[in-house]
Structure formats: structure tokens, C-alpha cells
């Protein structure tokens, strides 16, 4: 089987850019009752331990399960293990909880998708749950690409004679 069957092109249309973020603006308005209504409000405690919205952060199982769903449902177009390629790349970048690409950000992204873009909307399709443990795994990988990095540069770095 063809390890990375990815449509030849990635069309980004750009007249949809400005709705686009429009339209994130208003869905992470709504995401604190979504969040709140799946229970991942951390409990009990009023500060949680970490600022991660994600209920599975740093859950290796979920990760792994994450990893199945990826290679089935997106990397036909965000390339093996989200590096991108035709499709935009979900593993480098500003991935600071909060920012951009936030996990609250993903979820979303996931969730709703982009419209007048190919990313469809995967609310339906799959549980909130599934979409954590996706975020889970990119997160994983994200984390791995950067130890990746930072070893080829360090190899880069070493002077042998
Ligand atoms: C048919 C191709 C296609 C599939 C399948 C697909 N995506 Fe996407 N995805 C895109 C495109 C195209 C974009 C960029 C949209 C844009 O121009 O803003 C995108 C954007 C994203 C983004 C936002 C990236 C950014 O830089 O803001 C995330 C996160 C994402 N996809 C995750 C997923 C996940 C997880 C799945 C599987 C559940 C998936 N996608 C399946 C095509 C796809």
C-alpha cells in the first residue's frame, strides 16, 4: 500500500482567509462551554496543573490511539505523522497552549474545520474524545520533531578532528 497517498496539490484558497479567522474568533468563544460540557474542566482544585485543555495531555495510550485515527482519517493529506507537505504540517511551530495553534486552537480546527478550504469538519464524524487523543498524538510527535532537530544540529555542531 502507498504510505502516503496525498492529492498532488493543496489548494488554500485565499479569499477565504478572512472568514476563516472570523469564524475562529467566534468558535473559541463558544469552546469553554464545549470543554466544559466533555468535563475537562480540570476539577476540583482551582488552579489547574496544567494549562492544557486537553483531558489526555501527555496519556500515552490516547497518543497511540491518536496515531491510529491520524493515519487513517488525515494523513492522506497532512502527510505521514502530520510533517505536511501537500497539506499544511501540524508537528512545528508555535505550539505555546494559548497561542495559534493552542490545543484549544486544534480542537477546533478538528472539530469545525476550515471552511472554503479541503479541511472538512470532523464534529460529526468522530467523538470529542477521538479528537483529543488526534491532538494528543500530534502533540507527541511535536515534541519528538523538535528532540529531532535539536540532535541534528547538535551533530552539526560537534567538531570530530
Ligand atoms: C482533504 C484533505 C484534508 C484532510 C483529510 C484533513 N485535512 Fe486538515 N487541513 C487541510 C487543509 C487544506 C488545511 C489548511 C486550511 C487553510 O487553508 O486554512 C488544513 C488545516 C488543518 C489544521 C490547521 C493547521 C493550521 O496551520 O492552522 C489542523 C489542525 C488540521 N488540518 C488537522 C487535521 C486533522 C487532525 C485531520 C484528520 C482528522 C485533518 N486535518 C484532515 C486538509 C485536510
Avoid at 492529492?7 to 475562529?24: D, E, I, Q, S, V
Avoid at 490545543?103 to 478550504?117: A, L, Q, V, Y
Avoid at 528532540?147 to 541534528?152: F, G, Q, T, V
Wanted: proline content about 6%; some cysteine; charged content about 20%.
Amino acid at each position: 500500500m502507498n504510505a502516503h497517498p496525498s492529492p498532488k496539490t493543496c489548494p488554500r484558497p485565499t479569499a477565504g482567509r478572512l472568514l476563516r479567522w472570523t469564524t475562529a474568533l467566534a468558535l473559541s468563544a463558544g469552546l469553554a462551554g464545549l470543554t466544559h460540557a466533555f468535563g475537562v474542566t480540570p476539577g476540583g482544585s482551582a488552579a489547574p496543573s496544567t494549562t492544557s485543555a486537553n483531558p489526555f495531555f501527555g496519556n500515552a495510550d490516547a497518543a497511540r490511539k491518536g496515531e491510529e485515527l491520524f493515519g487513517r482519517t488525515c494523513q492522506q493529506c497532512h502527510n505521514t505523522r502530520g510533517h505536511g507537505g501537500k497539506c499544511p504540517q501540524l508537528v512545528r511551530g508555535a505550539w505555546a497552549p494559548g497561542g495559534a495553534n493552542s490545543d484549544t486552537f486544534m480542537f477546533e480546527t478538528i472539530s469545525k474545520g476550515r471552511p472554503n478550504t479541503q479541511m472538512a469538519s470532523f464534529g460529526l464524524a468522530m467523538s470529542q474524545e477521538e479528537i483529543w487523543q488526534i491532538v494528543t498524538f500530534l502533540r507527541e510527535e511535536a515534541v519528538r520533531v523538535k528532540a529531532e532537530a535539536a540532535r541534528k544540529k547538535g551533530d552539526e555542531d560537534d567538531t570530530w578532528y
